[in-house]
């Protein structure tokens, strides 16, 4: 299994950013994936989750309205689009696959619930 984000970069707050992931080596599109993100010194939070048919979509709390999660699976690619970004969005973004297939409800935003890892790709606003 292997996952590669790409999009990062350094953006003005207000910017915008679109980030992909990546899968090969599994059933991509049997899959939901979902996005996480660390700042340096703080914990590894939960930011979106989409199911492997793009019919559940889960956000956390502080990117509702300004980040919106897809998928092309004919192109084993999930995306982050990232619009009104602010300085607290900074940090490492990475994208991972379930153990279980699904989103998990309300456990989607649980590190425990996943099982492989990319190795992220940095996002920087600026103030």
């Known amino acids: 299994v292997q996952l590669v984000e790409s999009g990062g970069g350094l953006v003005q707050a207000g910017g915008s950013l679109r980030l992909s992931c990546t899968g090969s080596g599994f059933a991509f599109n049997d899959y939901a994936i979902a996005w996480f993100r660390q700042a340096p010194g703080k914990e590894r939070e939960g930011v979106s989750c989409i199911s492997s048919s793009d019919a559940g979509k889960y956000y956390v709390s502080s990117v509702k309205g300004r980040f919106t999660v897809s998928r092309d699976n004919a192109k084993n690619t999930v995306y982050l689009h990232m619009s009104g970004l602010e300085p607290e969005d900074t940090a490492t973004y990475y994208c991972?696959?379930?153990?279980?297939?699904?989103?998990?409800?309300?456990?989607?935003?649980?590190?425990?619930?996943?099982?492989?890892w990319g190795q992220g790709t940095q996002v920087t606003v600026s103030s």
């Open positions: 991972a696959v379930p153990r279980n297939y699904y989103c998990s409800g309300y456990e989607w935003a649980s590190q425990r619930e996943y099982e492989h």
